[in-house]
């Protein structure tokens, strides 16, 4: 009768081989569809709640997308926050906090993730977008509109 099971050299073997599988098979591995899917979430939240916030205080508020750096940020008018508009007709350097982090509501995509629609939309204090039917896009995902008038932010 012939012994059942694997001998200590034939279970070596297979784990080295499959050791040898990971090293080479993980790192290559395409999580790119996963990293643009999470950025265009990100955007798509970024612009909801820079309308929203434009509507809560009345003021305006711009996204600013950075197409070089593959970034977004939240601007209110210069001197402004959250309770005061601030000034100036085409100038927007206060940043708009992040309510989930302490600091500015900025996002910078991963390596890899390429914003390729740079520029601002801006919301006015009624959370409308003056500028028309804007589109973002991000490269190897579905693009991102913002309504004229209503700036009603959709996929």
Known sequence: MRPRGFSLIELVAVIAIVGAL????????????FERYAFREQLLSGLRYAQK????????VRVHLDAGADSFSLLYRTGGTATTCGGGTNSFSDAVPDPARSGAFTRSAADGVDLQTGGNVDFDGYGNHAGGQSQVDIAGAAPVFIDGVTGYVHE
């Open 22 to 33: 990971a090293v080479f098979a993980v790192p290559r591995l395409n999580i790119g569809g």
């Open 53 to 60: 916030t434009a509507m809560a205080s009345g003021c305006d």
